[in-house]
């Protein structure tokens, strides 16, 4: 498993994220302090997918199709086309708070058992399911996920074959990668070339192209590769900066390395979204 953990202020909100690397699966822990996500936003799938989302609201409101807000714990699986890959008419959800806390595990849907779709509403876990969300929140560490894990397969949630399967060390080539990858990801430097990588990793980029596409593929990284998932990873970090209270449209493209508001529409344009400051508007954190 591989995991980093990275904190971005932005005006008066806070994203902090750790991801978890799994070979048959990727966690995330988000804490999201006065910013909004909704997943109508989410960049467009370039291809189908066979992974599903159980996605667990720990602190903050959550809502589906802009309806009635809910508050407290709550646990939903969602399709690969209600989170990460939005498709027209999938319903949508949205999910904010002061702070909201959200851990989220992509999963192969053959390994999920419960039933898929978040219109299924949410789904009932036990106390100890629950006490482990609260440890891997407290402690954000790998063993606090594995815990995790374990209690979802005994609750029968996920199946027994995918908690024990996970590979406590990886091989080294993929550890010395990771090292140069995680102050990447710390800084949320989406705009890193794979020529600046090289010169840190001291490979060649014939051989950094290859061990990232093994990366990529061994650990379902996001899109087709390192350069799509640079690209899907911006975009989502636009999406939800532009939530924030008090910032603007331009604020948010130097944020995430755009250089310019003219190339942050672009680049939603290339995506099939609005345009910055519509989605701006669709998403503002609700006033207090």
């Known amino acids: 498993m591989l995991s980093a953990t990275s904190t971005r202020p932005f005006g008066q909100s806070t994203l902090k994220t750790t991801i978890f690397l ?8 988000v804490v999201r ?3 909004l996500f909704d997943s109508a936003f989410a960049p467009p799938a370039k291809k189908p997918s066979a992974f599903v989302h159980l996605y667990a609201q720990l602190t903050g409101t959550f809502s589906i199709d802009r309806g009635e807000p809910f508050t407290g714990p709550q646990a939903y699986v969602l399709a690969e086309t209600e989170f990460d890959r939005m498709t027209a008419g999938s319903s949508s959800f949205r ?14 849907g053959s390994d999920l058992r419960r039933p898929v779709g978040i219109k299924n509403g949410r789904i009932e876990l036990p ?4 006490d482990a969300y ?12 594995h815990h995790l894990m374990v209690r979802l397969g005994e609750s029968g949630v996920l199946s027994s074959d995918l908690t024990s399967s996970i590979v406590a060390t990886e091989p080294d080539r993929f550890v010395r990668l990771w090292t140069v ?27 950094l192209g290859r061990d990232l ?8 990284l996001f899109g087709a590769g390192f350069r799509d998932a640079m690209r ?5 970090a636009a999406v939800l900066m532009l939530s924030a209270p008090g910032g603007t449209p331009s604020d948010v493209a130097r944020a995430v390395g755009y250089g310019s508001l003219d190339a942050m529409g672009r680049a939603f344009r290339d995506a099939a979204l609005p345009a910055p400051s519509v989605v701006q508007d669709a998403v503002r954190y609700p006033a207090e």
């Not at 799994?22 to 822990?29: G, I, K, M, T």
């Open 22 to 29: 799994e070979r048959r699966f990727r966690a995330h822990l």
């Open 33 to 35: 302090d006065r910013l």
């Open 95 to 108: 999910s904010w708070g002061a702070p909201g806390t959200i851990v989220e595990l992509r999963i192969p």
């Open 127 to 130: 106390a100890t399911v629950w």
């Open 134 to 145: 609260a440890r891997l929140q407290a402690e954000s560490s790998e063993a606090a996920l």
């Open 181 to 207: 990858l995680r102050p990447l990801y710390e800084d949320l430097a989406t705009s890193a070339s794979l020529k600046q990588i090289a010169i840190v990793a001291k490979l060649s980029l014939r051989q």
């Open 213 to 220: 596409g093994d990366l990529t593929r061994t650990f379902g």
């Open 232 to 236: 899907v990873l911006r975009l989502r």
